[in-house]
T-cell receptor
């Protein structure tokens, strides 16, 4: 069975703090993709990153960084020096790499991040 | 950058009515998807569509739901007789051929409210 767990339902930080959003996944597939999406209050889903299971290099994009650890089935997301505009719900998602046409993402419940001024 | 566009942004309908949610995928994309998010809950897969037929559908996608690509640009989701529990945000997404290197980009969603 495939499952994505985001244990943190809500996080509240003060601007400029660093914050890490946890994501733990379960899958029997040997190759898979992991994703992070941001959902701001306006409701749209904004793609942030995709990671292949065979690529365990961590990635940094500006204030965002991702730590993929296959050994612990985790794909955590860190925002450095958080800003009010980072306030949103963040979703982690998983899909098998061999899903063919069926890009059926399995989603976590999301973590609601509030960055206060 | 090309976008997936969805209309309307918000639709209010009465229980039992039919609704059609419209999506214009990115041009030249071949794979199309609908997802749903009930307010405050996680996003759920509804259906995938390729080569003018459904590739896979979830348990949610029962006989009340149908999808269609009526022309070369639109991709629609029809709910035949809406129920209160169909109230949700519906997201459309598309992928190009050779999708292995493409993430799933979503439209801005249609908020469906069934009263």
């Amino acid at each position: 069975a495939q499952k994505v767990t985001q244990a943190q339902t809500e996080i509240s930080v003060v601007e400029k703090e660093d914050v890490t959003l946890d994501c733990v996944y379960e899958t029997r597939d040997t190759t898979y993709y992991l994703f992070w999406y941001k959902q701001p209050p306006s409701g749209e889903l904004v793609f942030l990153i995709r990671r292949n299971s065979f690529d365990e290099q961590n990635e940094i994009s500006g204030r965002y960084s991702w730590n993929f650890q296959k050994s612990t089935s985790s794909f955590n997301f860190t925002i450095t020096a958080s800003q009010v505009v980072d306030s949103a719900v963040y979703f982690c998602a998983l899909t098998p790499a061999n899903a063919g046409n069926n890009r059926k993402l399995i989603w976590g419940l999301g973590t609601s991040l509030a960055v206060n001024p | 950058e090309p976008e997936v566009t969805q209309t309307p942004s918000h639709q209010v309908t009465q229980m039992g009515q039919e609704v059609i949610l419209r999506c214009v995928p990115i041009s030249n994309h071949l794979y199309f998807y609908w997802y749903r998010q009930i307010l405050g809950q996680k996003v759920e897969f509804l259906v995938s569509f390729y080569n003018n037929e459904i590739s896979e559908k979830s348990e949610i996608f029962d006989d009340q739901f149908s999808v269609e690509r009526p022309d070369g640009s639109n991709f629609t989701l029809k709910i035949r007789s809406t129920k209160l529990e169909d109230s949700a945000m519906y997201f459309c997404a598309s992928l190009p051929g050779g999708w292995e290197n493409s993430p799933l980009h979503f439209g801005n969603g249609t908020r469906l409210t069934v009263t």
